[in-house]
């Protein structure tokens, strides 16, 4: 059942990504998606996959790969990419029907290299995947690249003061006073789910959105159209938190995406400075309402150390690469081989860092 949840809600969301022209030749994201069928004619696997021209909104950098081919007289450019488009979250990269032959998830691993070839392309990508996933693109001759989000645990917390009570004191006063801080500002903050996100929120958040975006990075992926498709058809899995001034306007907000087991954090913006406003939807909302509904677990997005102050402590992402030029792939190879104890010592160094109590600590 929970696989089933999951694949249906990632399609439905990949569908508005396309429907809504967020994912498109505009956007450098061509969709070029590989599907298996039986013989029979039934779907029975499936990569969401896009060609592309820049290596903008995946979350696994290949930049400096990119540029190191192009100085050595080579073309990066187009590569094949799978994944979720702007979206940071690990999950299933090769899905297979559950009554697919068994043999599926390692064909389309295989098909992935061979279709590099094929079109003669650099390089293919499978970011953010899941273990069987990755232990079939390994098998196929990808690469394995390591890096680390920060996640947070429900270790059945039944309210937000029972998580507090298992860390640190000054940690715990920190955030208290965070939290003070921004129910003195007089905002209203609301929890909205499906239903009850109405087009005005809808319209306030995209303009958070944009608002972010130009003081980031400069180009809106996603267009109005796309938070309304996912309106219709995520509805009972969307949850916006939505911050409103005295007049009730909206002025920030937070958007999620909820999965079986799992609230995922996707985007946020304002149009307001409050101080730790942000730490307030994005983290502490989410924490509020995943204990609320008993959900094991919170995942915040791609980077950001803050974040471990706040209880979400590093987990460990796996991605794959194919590299077609031998030269180049025994270089990328030997790079990620010293990365990846790299990335595992910087994990190790950064829980020390954690809010939560040490042994010991009353």
């Known amino acids: 059942m929970r696989a089933r949840l999951i694949l ?65 007289g080579g073309s990066y450019y187009p590569k094949l990419q799978g994944g979720v488009p702007f979206t940071p979250v690990p ?51 990808f690469l394995e690249r390591h890096g680390y989000q920060f996640h947070w645990q429900n270790r059945g917390y039944g309210n937000f003061d029972d998580f507090l ?38 319209d306030a958040f995209y303009d958070f959105y944009l608002a972010t975006v130009d ?43 909820r999965g079986a087991d799992t609230l995922y954090g996707r985007n946020w913006g304002a149009i307001v400075d409050v101080p730790f406003l942000h730490f307030e939807l994005c983290y502490y909302r989410a924490l509020d309402y995943a204990i609320a509904e008993g959900l094991p677990k919170v995942e915040a997005g791609a980077q950001g150390e803050h974040k471990l102050q706040r209880g979400y402590l590093p987990t460990r992402t796996r991605s794959a690469h194919w590299i077609a030029n031998p030269s180049f792939r025994r270089a990328v190879a030997n790079f990620l081989e010293q990365e990846r104890p790299a990335i595992a010592e910087q994990m190790v160094a950064l829980l020390p860092l954690s809010p939560f109590k040490r042994s010991g600590e009353a």
């Open 215 to 257: 003081k980031r990075w400069g180009s809106a992926y996603l267009t109005r159209p796309f938070f309304d498709r996912i309106a219709e058809t995520l509805a009972e899995r969307v949850v916006l938190i939505v911050a409103e001034d005295g007049r009730g306007t909206p002025v920030a907000g937070a958007l999620n995406l």
């Open 91 to 141: 999950g299933p990269r090769l899905l297979v029907a559950p009554d697919a032959p068994m043999e599926t998830r390692q064909k389309l691993a295989e098909a992935l290299a061979e279709i590099g070839t094929r079109l003669g392309l650099s390089s293919v990508h499978v970011t953010f995947a899941e273990d069987a996933d990755m232990d079939a693109l390994t098998a196929a001759g």
């Open 8 to 72: 249906l809600s990632a399609t439905r969301f990949l569908a508005a990504l396309e429907e809504s022209g967020s994912v498109s030749l505009r956007t450098g994201w061509v969709p070029r998606h590989l599907v298996a069928e039986s013989s029979d004619g039934r779907i029975v696997g499936l990569v969401p996959l896009y060609l592309k021209g820049h290596s903008w909104g995946e979350y696994v950098f290949d930049q400096g790969w990119a540029d190191a081919f192009q100085r050595a």
């Open 165 to 202: 009570g298992e860390l640190a004191s000054r940690k715990r006063k920190a955030i208290r006073k965070e939290r003070e801080s921004v129910a003195a500002s007089g905002l209203a903050i609301h929890t909205r789910v499906g239903g009850d996100i109405q087009a005005r929120h809808w």
